[in-house]
């Protein structure tokens, strides 16, 4: 694929959106959106991408921090700089109503 900065960025945010699955969808997204993209080329780029993702680097001594929500199937991953006690201690505290 040869795309612009601004089109990979959105190939990416899509790939990610779908969680890496759903390419015909994806496709048909991006050919709405004026790129000529075939199912072939995104697939070995989603791979590539899924492994560049898989390999961030996380500060030693981070925290990663996965968030489900239950309702809808979305996870938010991020990392912090403070223990897993101090996570739990924090959510495990009951709301002021």
Same mark, same amino acid.
């Given at each position: ?35 000529? #993209? +075939?199912? /072939? %080329?995104?697939?070995?780029? =989603? ?32 990392? #912090? +700089?403070? /223990? %897993?006690?101090?996570?739990? =201690? ?8």
């Amino acid at each position: 694929m040869y795309l612009t900065q601004e089109q990979q960025q959105a190939v990416d945010a899509l790939l990610r959106q779908y969680k890496f699955c759903r390419y015909d969808e994806i496709v048909t997204q991006l050919r709405e959106a004026g790129m000529t #993209v +075939s199912r /072939s %080329s995104l697939h070995r780029y =989603a791979v590539e991408l899924k492994k560049n993702d898989a390999r961030r680097i996380v500060s030693p001594g981070a925290t990663i921090v996965v968030l489900i929500d239950c309702l809808t199937g979305e996870t938010k991953t991020t990392s #912090v +700089s403070i /223990s %897993s006690e101090q996570i739990l =201690a924090a959510i495990q505290q009951p709301i002021a109503s």
